[in-house]
């Protein structure tokens, strides 16, 4: 399964570099469904980050700015963080590309994202959950 992913990644990176034809598909489908196939593929969005060009992906999402909010705020957490990691370099790249004004926009959602999954409350965090109650 993992040389698939893997080829699969590949072929996926190579189609993503041209940004006439991302940037059509991405305006044609829904974030959530997306982010639903790298859910289930937790390896996927590493090895598809690891095959793309960072400055033909910031294209993309500047012609498409919801895309990228959209999903992200429906990606598992820990994939998301563990291709962010693995990726770090692409990561850099693709931001100083991307247009200024969507960049906040997509890290909030990141954040937030990242937020909810490692929140663990402490016991006193606990213990005023349970007075307001």
Known sequence: ????????GRLLGKMANNQDLLSGIMS???PRVVARAVNENSGLLGEVMAH????ALAGIVNRNPDFLSRLVKSLDA????AAINKNQGFLVQLIENMNPNL???A??????????A???PGPSAVGELQESA
């Open 103 to 105: 960049f906040p926009r």
């Open 28 to 30: 044609g489908i829904d």
């Open 52 to 55: 793309l060009e960072p400055q």
């Open 78 to 81: 820990k994939a998301l963080t």
């Open 118 to 120: 490692a929140y663990r």
């Open 107 to 116: 890290a909030n959602a990141l954040l937030n994202r990242i937020r909810k």
């Open 1 to 8: 399964m993992s040389a698939l992913v893997r080829r699969l």
